[in-house]
């Protein structure tokens, strides 16, 4: 577990609950995950890319990262996590997915992160962001995806994850956590090329092309279980 880095940041009492969040986290997801009913569309964006010989770099928003990582479980799939007390108990559930979690933010540490994550893509790994983390503002991307898809020449992915039935956190990132037996619906986007060395404006047009898709996939998410976005109120 790549711990170290975060952990010294922690107080002891941060390190005791966060171990003990996992502890819960973990087999509750994995048993809730069992029972979820999916929906699917846009598998064949992720397969597209697979054929191509790349790997994707998956995004989507913060507050749905327990679904996704449910979802994509066991592909070793390397995921920036901050290095705060949310950042550590979240890399230890996801690290028992099967998931990697380079440790840092566009905030702290992330330079270093990014490198890892960079030499990862680079020896065959995918890799993924939760692109308004980790503190937000909710549903605005910060730049961390479009910068690795300019230094690997891997494409970003975006999809959207979401239930008809689930309870909802009470922090900045309105995470969802899906009741047993949920129907789940996952919707994966075309994926977003970003050429390397383009200029700052380019990846500007990236980072909003990226926002723009990430709301229209979790407006069609929520089509298909029949609820309204909650984008419409946010």
């Known amino acids: 577990m790549n711990t170290t880095s975060s952990l010294h940041r922690l107080t002891r009492g941060q390190q005791v609950r966060a171990?003990?969040?996992?502890?819960?986290?973990?087999?509750?997801?994995?048993?809730?995950?069992?029972?979820?009913?999916?929906?699917?569309?846009?598998?064949?964006?992720d397969e597209a890319i697979l054929q191509s010989g790349r790997q994707p770099i998956f995004a989507c928003w913060h507050g749905r990262i327990l679904l996704g990582t449910y979802f994509y479980r066991g592909r070793g799939i390397a995921v920036m996590t901050s290095q705060n007390f949310d950042g550590e108990w979240i890399a230890r559930i996801i690290e028992r997915f099967g998931f990697y979690a380079p440790r840092g933010s566009t905030s702290r540490g992330?330079?270093?992160?990014?490198?890892?994550?960079?030499?990862?893509?680079f020896n065959g790994s995918a890799t993924g962001?939760?692109?308004?983390?980790?503190?937000?503002?909710?549903?605005?991307?910060?730049?961390?995806?479009?910068?690795?898809?300019?230094?690997?020449?891997?494409?970003?992915?975006?999809?959207h994850a979401e239930t008809d039935r689930h309870w909802t956190t009470r922090n900045w990132d309105e995470t969802q956590?899906?009741?047993?037996?949920?129907?789940?619906?996952?919707?994966?986007?075309?994926?977003?090329?970003?050429?390397?060395?383009?200029?700052?404006?380019?990846?500007?047009?990236?980072?909003?092309?990226?926002?723009?898709?990430?709301?229209?996939?979790?407006?069609?998410?929520?089509?298909?279980l029949g609820k309204r976005s909650s984008l419409e109120g946010a």
């Open 177 to 224: 956590v899906p009741k047993p037996f949920a129907r789940a619906a996952m919707v994966i986007g075309k994926p977003i090329d970003v050429e390397r060395n383009v200029p700052a404006t380019t990846l500007e047009e990236k980072r909003l092309e990226l926002e723009r898709s990430l709301c229209q996939l979790e407006e069609r998410a929520n089509q298909l």
């Open 19 to 45: 171990a003990a969040i996992a502890a819960v986290g973990y087999p509750t997801v994995a048993a809730i995950g069992m029972t979820l009913r999916w929906t699917v569309e846009g598998r064949e964006h």
């Open 129 to 159: 962001f939760t692109v308004d983390g980790p503190r937000g503002p909710r549903y605005k991307v910060q730049p961390g995806a479009i910068w690795l898809a300019s230094l690997t020449g891997n494409p970003i992915l975006p999809f």
């Open 110 to 121: 992330g330079r270093r992160a990014l490198a890892q994550m960079r030499r990862m893509a």
